[in-house]
């Protein structure tokens, strides 16, 4: 039970160039979360997908694009990327899309761009 | 929308002394969730407690406990018997309960353990 996986751990951008982060749960869980963290705050919530076949925009959705690929997989796209986006990544999923189900974080993705 | 503020940066506490990391958040809502989350060096984020804005009782977990003022709008988490493991970044965050808005940060709190 691998728990919430994402890939790649690290990455180097170009300005302009375009990645897909992907992320993976394998708890059955039907809401998944993207967030990023930048030095000295919290996490901000980018994307959500309340359920296969659902997304919604978070509080900093500019410049991403998301797809709920099936119940498991959730991927982050960055169709041009800025330095603006140099960040740290994360990936959740929840039982439940509200109320006090737990968010189970994957390891992050440190992304930097130049 | 609703804002969540941890106005310590950053606190240090002496191994096996007790300290308390303070948390206040701001909404409209009634029914809502407070969790404290805890970040290691290591960048994982996990889950050390959470409230029920419904629940008078404070919640609890082993050395970890709240206090879960809901009038004030302050949940602040207090840590018992420090441990060195204790060490690491500490968020504040907040769910709505009825919504669909995945988590709301604070900018987290420093905690250092001296031995």
């Known amino acids: 039970n691998a728990g919430v996986t994402q890939t790649p751990k690290f990455q180097v951008l170009k300005t302009g160039q375009s990645m897909t982060l992907q992320c993976a749960q394998d708890?059955?869980?039907?809401?998944m979360y993207w967030y990023r963290q930048d030095p000295g705050m919290g996490l901000r919530l980018i994307y959500y997908s309340a359920s296969e076949g659902t997304t919604d925009k978070g509080e900093v959705p500019n410049g991403y694009n998301v797809s709920r690929l099936n119940k498991r997989e959730f991927s982050l796209r960055l169709e041009s990327a800025a330095p603006s986006q140099t960040s740290v990544y994360f990936c959740?999923?929840?039982?439940?899309?509200?109320?006090?189900?737990?968010?189970?974080f994957g390891p992050g993705t440190r992304l930097t761009v130049t | 929308a609703q804002t969540v503020t941890q106005s310590q940066p950053e606190m240090s506490v002496q191994e096996a002394e007790t300290v308390t990391l303070s948390c206040t958040y701001d909404?409209?809502?009634?029914?809502?969730?407070l969790f404290w989350y805890k970040q290691p060096p290591s960048r994982q984020m996990i889950l050390v407690i959470r409230q029920e804005a419904y629940k008078q009782q404070n919640a609890t977990e082993n050395r970890f406990s709240v206090n879960f003022q809901k009038a004030a709008k302050s949940f602040s988490l207090k840590i018992s018997d420090s441990q060195l493991g204790d060490a690491a970044m500490y968020f504040c965050a907040y769910q709505s309960g009825g919504g669909a808005d995945g988590l709301t940060f604070g900018k987290g709190t420093h905690l250092i353990i001296q031995p």
């Open positions: 959740a999923s929840s039982e439940r899309l509200a109320g006090a189900g737990e968010q189970y």
């Open positions: 909404t409209s809502e009634s029914d809502y969730y």
């Open positions: 708890m059955n869980h039907n809401s």
